[in-house]
């Protein structure tokens, strides 16, 4: 099982390939349907900074956090995988999440240097292992608003 610590390196994603086990721990990121757009919106239009969000060497877990938990959301929702590009291209080497993504994208995060990893639904776990959370940017989308989390040792599958 490799260890991996957030922010990360391009080098470290070149190193991980498809089946390898992964503990994640460090500072991490949360979006999805929601918050995803506004996200590649700001990057768009270049307010990303003003926002406080520096997405270099972040990973990008697609769940909402509400008080009941984390868990993992459907990362092959429009919404979701129709972003990866734009995110992976400014700075997002892990996205995190649950369900198969189209080839192409798969191939578009390799040419990123970026990698998908999928993670189990098991919110009792994760919350266990989520040690802060608060809103980053977007707060009025409640339980979707972009979320920062300290974690340590969330299991996924590169």
């Given at each position: 099982?490799?260890?991996?610590?957030?922010?990360?390196?391009?080098?470290?994603?070149?190193?991980?390939?498809?089946?390898?086990?992964?503990?994640?721990?460090?500072?991490i990121?949360?979006?999805?349907?929601?918050?995803?757009?506004?996200?590649?919106?700001?990057?768009?239009?270049?307010?990303?900074?003003?926002?406080?969000?520096?997405?270099?060497?972040?990973?990008?877990?697609?769940?909402?956090?509400?008080?009941?938990?984390?868990?993992?959301?459907?990362?092959?929702?429009?919404?979701?995988?129709?972003?990866?590009?734009?995110l992976?291209?400014?700075?997002?080497?892990?996205?995190?999440?649950?369900?198969?993504?189209?080839?192409?994208?798969?191939?578009?995060?390799?040419?990123?240097?970026?990698?998908?990893?999928?993670?189990?639904?098991?919110?009792?776990?994760?919350?266990s292992?989520?040690?802060?959370?608060?809103?980053?940017?977007?707060?009025?989308?409640?339980?979707?608003?972009?979320?920062?989390?300290?974690?340590?040792?969330?299991?996924?599958?590169?």
């Open positions: 099982m490799k260890r991996i610590t957030i922010p990360t390196t391009k080098e470290e994603m070149k190193g991980l390939k498809a089946g390898d086990m992964i503990l994640i721990s460090g500072t990121l949360t979006g999805r349907d929601a918050v995803l757009p506004n996200v590649v919106r700001a990057i768009e239009d270049g307010t990303l900074a003003e926002k406080g969000i520096d997405l270099e060497g972040q990973l990008m877990f697609h769940t909402a956090v509400s008080p009941a938990g984390v868990g993992p959301t459907s990362s092959n929702k429009l919404e979701i995988e129709g972003t990866m590009e734009e992976s291209k400014a700075g997002v080497r892990v996205h995190l999440g649950k369900g198969q993504l189209k080839q192409e994208t798969i191939d578009m995060l390799a040419e990123n240097d970026s990698v998908y990893a999928v993670i189990p639904p098991v919110t009792a776990l994760l919350e292992k989520t040690i802060s959370r608060k809103v980053l940017a977007f707060p009025e989308l409640g339980m979707e608003a972009l979320h920062i989390l300290e974690i340590e040792d969330y299991p996924a599958i590169v």
